[in-house]
């Protein structure tokens, strides 16, 4: 019980801080303490594999979408990379990697570059399209900006493919950081935090010439493609190098475990010689064909993996602690600082988590702390001087016990580090939080951000999700700085928003648990809004991967008269509320009741593919193979521990044909 309620802490911590740093734009802990928290839930889940949750912040990618640009679908999904920052984790990396493969493997070793993620298009020669990483799946298309920066060629030499895509980081050079911050402090303009953030914001800007202006730089690390020219990763850099392409020239290949040590050892120090910023390195398995048997996770490729170096610290003076309230109303402490420099950057705040880390690091205004920061804006307090605390120093802090906001007492569900407020329904940050959620792309895609939902909600028009469907274009020209233009446009995406798919909107509703993945699962389930509200406990956790905590959400959320009142507003208002009949008509059981695990590489559909195909049909995927096991379905080279597992329990192997055999019957 204690493992559960530790692994829904951590994912609910977690989702709230994905939405402070990809929404708000507003992070409030570091890079490392953020991928030590993801770290402890991974292990967790990986231990207890009954509390799997497709939903769990360990599936999500993040988003850097920006409404301004027209937004592109990566054909190649940009996902990110799993860290680590120990070399036993490095060890354990290799380790798996020489266990997987079972045959000898190179890795090649790079350093991680700190700017932001650009995907550079190529046909017949010439740079046709550049977009950024976005959600993952898709991104913002910036060409125009692009195209002003130098090391980025837009004709290549030699012999190349007639279309590949090459991908990389547009980095900001210290040099030119330091005189733009210079030039912005002459200005009495806000002055960047640090390179990473100059380039990410410059890449966004509307005007190209000032984009190039800034003199942004761009280092490629990754070519994709039906016709690349080697079968190595290594191999095509080393090609695209010849093409014209800035490929770094500290890139190295390693036999051994020894090799990447010392790569690591030479670059921790080596690094701070350079003219732009690094954070880590990046390993990945050389050979483009192991790198496919190795395959993805739903969040990053197995093949490879980032290590972060050390996070460098300081120490400053503790003034205050202020206290934020999130959608789900989770309440986060924040310490305010005495600002202090720390790894290039000015930092004035510092996430404190919970009341138990407060009570653990026993603070107390004035003390002088110990702050840490892994290149990330919001960095972690990890001590007290204790040596330097004096008689005068202030009183001890306390973790609240009433709502900053609304002035609820405060509750701590038993086994879990976060208090909330739980007045969902008159909480302002809690009510604001579940309209930005619902107006999100990966929800109802309505065009507003989080400006406009407080402008909405202090101005009284909108309360809840259903009331943006009452708006009238009156209304928003009462507002300030709204004009006919882009109050019929509000209009508009409103009324568009009623196609969005029914899963979607199952989605936006915000139900606890509920993500992207489980909505789908629900509405593949019980086919409309109806038969979700009117699901039995046992009807519930019938459905593939849906366990009892998230069914009990779902249960509580439609139990609530308020609830109930909400989802009938936005059927009334035309929101989907039925799975469409054309996505029915593509679905089947004929894996019904099935339980498939995918071994081994194949030559006619991807793991992945395979891993849809099986869902599509009314089948189970397993990473494993147990007596629940009904088939395996087998490529080359399948694993040998589970060929003689499925010996020893009698179950079948089946091949690429006969599984395809299987599903057009």
């Given at each position: ?181 210079k030039e912005r402090e002459e200005q009495e303009e806000p002055l960047f935090a640090n390179p990473r953030n100059a380039a990410s914001g410059t890449l966004k800007q509307q005007n190209p010439a000032i984009v190039a202006a800034r003199k942004l730089d761009a280092y490629l690390y990754y070519v994709l493609g039906e016709e690349l020219p080697t079968n190595t990763h290594y191999g095509n850099l080393e090609a695209a190098r010849s093409w014209g392409f800035k490929i770094p020239d500290v890139i190295s290949v390693c036999k051994s475990l020894q090799d990447i040590y010392d ?138 016990r009433t709502c900053p906001e609304c002035g609820t007492q405060l509750v701590r569900p038993e086994g879990e580090a976060a208090h909330y407020c739980p007045n969902e329904s008159g909480c302002p940050p809690q009510i604001k939080g579940k309209i930005e959620h619902f107006v999100t792309r990966k929800a109802m895609n309505i065009n507003i951000g989080p400006e406009t939902v407080e402008d909405l909600y202090e101005a009284g028009y909108v309360k809840n999700t259903a009331d943006l469907y009452t708006l009238k274009v009156g209304d928003l020209l009462r507002l300030e700085r ?184």
């Amino acid at each position: 019980m204690e493992a559960k309620e530790k692994i829904k802490a951590l994912r609910e911590t977690l989702e709230q801080h994905n939405y402070n740093y990809y929404v708000l734009s507003a992070p409030t802990i570091s890079d490392r303490e953020f991928d030590g928290l993801m770290k402890e839930l991974q292990l967790l889940e990986e231990q207890f594999p009954e509390y799997a949750d497709p939903h769990s912040p360990t599936q999500r990618v993040g988003s850097d979408l920006s409404k301004e640009f027209e937004q592109v679908v990566h054909q190649y999904p940009m996902l990110s990379l799993g860290n680590t920052y120990s070399e036993e984790e490095v060890k354990d990396f290799y380790e798996r990697i020489a266990r997987e493969l079972n045959e000898p493997f190179e890795i090649v070793a790079e350093l991680k570059y700190d700017g932001t993620s650009i995907s550079l298009i190529y046909e017949e020669g010439r740079l046709v399209r550049a977009v950024t990483r976005g959600d993952g799946t898709r991104g913002d298309d910036v060409t125009a900006n692009v195209k002003t920066i130098r090391s980025i060629p837009l004709k290549l030499r030699g012999e190349y493919p007639a279309t590949f895509e090459i991908r990389g980081e547009v980095l900001l050079p210290w040099a030119e950081f330091d005189r733009l911050n210079k030039e912005r402090e002459e200005q009495e303009e806000p002055l960047f935090a640090n390179p990473r953030n100059a380039a990410s914001g410059t890449l966004k800007q509307q005007n190209p010439a000032i984009v190039a202006a800034r003199k942004l730089d761009a280092y490629l690390y990754y070519v994709l493609g039906e016709e690349l020219p080697t079968n190595t990763h290594y191999g095509n850099l080393e090609a695209a190098r010849s093409w014209g392409f800035k490929i770094p020239d500290v890139i190295s290949v390693c036999k051994s475990l020894q090799d990447i040590y010392d790569y690591i050892a030479r670059w921790d120090v080596e690094r701070k010689k350079l003219p732009v910023a690094t954070d880590g390195i990046v390993l990945k398995v050389n050979s483009l064909r192991q790198q496919k048997h190795l395959g993805f996770t739903s969040k990053s490729p197995r093949w490879a993996i980032a290590y972060k170096f050390q996070a460098e610290r300081a120490v400053t003076r503790l003034n205050s602690v202020s206290f934020q309230v999130g959608r789900t109303g989770a309440i986060t402490p924040v310490a305010n600082l005495e600002p202090v420099l720390l790894a290039g950057t000015t930092v004035k705040r510092a996430s404190l988590h919970n009341a138990d880390i407060i009570e653990g690091l026993d603070l107390h205004l004035g003390d002088n702390v110990y702050v840490e920061k892994g290149g990330e804006i919001i960095p972690k307090i990890v001590g007290v001087d204790l040596e330097s605390r004096s008689l005068l120093i202030g009183d001890k802090v306390r973790f609240i016990r009433t709502c900053p906001e609304c002035g609820t007492q405060l509750v701590r569900p038993e086994g879990e580090a976060a208090h909330y407020c739980p007045n969902e329904s008159g909480c302002p940050p809690q009510i604001k939080g579940k309209i930005e959620h619902f107006v999100t792309r990966k929800a109802m895609n309505i065009n507003i951000g989080p400006e406009t939902v407080e402008d909405l909600y202090e101005a009284g028009y909108v309360k809840n999700t259903a009331d943006l469907y009452t708006l009238k274009v009156g209304d928003l020209l009462r507002l300030e700085r709204w004009a006919e233009k882009s109050a019929r446009n509000l209009m508009a995406s409103l009324e568009e928003s009623k196609q969005v798919p029914f899963e979607r909107v199952l989605y936006g509703l915000g139900i606890r648990y509920v993500g992207e993945t489980v909505a789908k699962r629900l509405a593949s389930a019980f086919l409309n809004m109806e038969q979700l509200s009117k699901a039995s406990l046992e009807e519930l956790t019938a459905v593939d991967e849906i366990g009892e905590r998230i069914a009990q959400s779902v249960i509580r959320y439609f139990a609530d008269e308020k609830n109930q009142q909400l989802v009938n507003r936005l059927k009334e208002y035309g929101l989907q509320m039925a799975i469409a009949e054309d996505k029915l008509a593509n679905r089947s059981e004929k894996l019904k009741g099935l339980t498939i695990v995918i071994s081994g590489t194949f030559s006619k559909h991807s793991r992945d593919e395979y891993k849809a195909m099986i869902e599509q049909h009314g089948g189970k995927n397993s990473g494993s193979v147990s007596s629940k096991t009904h088939y395996i379905l087998a490529g080359e080279n399948m694993g040998p521990a589970k060929l003689e597992k499925a010996s020893k329990l009698g179950v079948k192997i089946i091949s690429e044909d006969e599984f395809l055999n299987m599903i057009a019957e």
